[in-house]
């Protein structure tokens, strides 16, 4: 017998597994606030790591997590090694390839008529995606197919995740220059020059960071670095000289000062990103916030097993730099290459940046530019909702 979930049968259901750091969950509570807010239809999400969760939405930080929550139109479900199945959803995704409950699979081949099954997929600007994207898969034993939807940057992917009121409130907090002020004298951050650059940094471990520091600490203005704490922290420590920096701890050398800013949920890091003139951003989640941010940016990608990520690498500047000027473009993407330890790089941080530093005011009218064509393409939630609807439909 099944088990009913307290809103009986949802519309969309999401599965997500923590494999490492917020990305996987980040990606998962997006798209599913989105989907709840916009359809107004009930969605369920499995977490496996609800402390994950939690740093993520705090709202539910304290909350038994065998009792669930609810927040924000989704109902949130710890997903346990005990897996129990429950009435599966209309729309059922397994993000990041993520393996489904066997009970759950069972349920779902039982149910008349069975679940759209989809696999969310990693984001890759890679050509092949084109070609996989919408492809079925069908179980091998149970009466179940499973379509492969890849998120992308063209008509012929899933699109990017981008909530309906995200630019209109980015474009808000820009042309507030007292909202600005406001949100940096909460955090302690000093007034800001006109000539100063304020960057927001967001990484993985990087060793490229101390001779980085060493260049903005002799720049002629100010440089102030605004990190969230992160697993760089022991490297800004070190880039610094100094111990470990808790929260609210403001670190001066010359030109450069770094303030620790406490992590925050997904509304305050669109913010973070808004506020800033240049920002270091790594994974898939901050990545593709940082392009809606419509700032100067600079990746780090997810690093994996020898060196594959290059490659997602170039192939990701050879759309974002098809059209910008050479030198520009030969900027950006040396310091990228630097900042990811690509092969026959004989640079440092510190050698690549002045040229990145001249490019900045070209950059950032780039990056207006490319989030604007961005926008005028239809976002993930409604070609995933528009996908879904034709595989239900059926033939014809």
Known sequence: MLESGTQGRPRWEIFCQVVDNFGDIGVCWRLARD???????????????????????PAVAGLDPACGAEVDGVSLRQWTAAFSASTPGEIVIEAFACELPGAQLE????????????????????????????????????????????????????????????????????????????????????????????????????AALGALFSAWAQERRPVHVLVPVSRVLPD????????????????????????????????????????????????EDSFVRAQWAAQPFVWQIYPQAEAAHHDKLEAFLARYLARLPGADAEALGAFWRVWNACADTPATAADAWPALRSALPALAAHARAWSDALAAQPDLASRLSRFCSHIESGPG
């Open 35 to 57: 989907l709840a807010q916009r359809e107004h239809l009930p969605v369920r999400l499995w977490v496996d790591d609800w402390t994950v969760l939690a740093r993520i939405c």
């Open 107 to 206: 349920a779902m081949a039982a149910h008349c008529p069975p679940p759209v099954w989809i696999n969310l997929e990693y984001l890759s600007a890679e050509d092949w995606v084109a070609g996989c994207h919408g492809l079925a898969s069908p179980h091998p034993r149970l009466a179940l197919t499973k379509y492969f939807f890849f998120p992308g940057f063209d008509a012929a992917t899933g699109g990017l995740l981008r909530e309906d009121a995200l630019l209109a409130r980015r474009d808000r907090f820009l042309c507030q220059p007292a909202g600005r002020a406001a949100w940096r004298g909460a955090r302690g951050l000093p007034v800001r020059r006109e000539d100063g650059l304020v960057v927001s940094l967001f990484a993985y471990e990087q």
């Open 236 to 283: 800004v420590a070190a880039a610094l000289g100094c111990a470990l920096p808790e929260v609210g701890a403001r670190i001066e050398r010359g030109a450069l000062s770094v303030h620790v800013l406490p992590f925050t949920d997904q509304a305050g890091y669109d913010t973070l990103l808004w506020a800033s003139d240049l920002n270091f951003v790594r994974g």
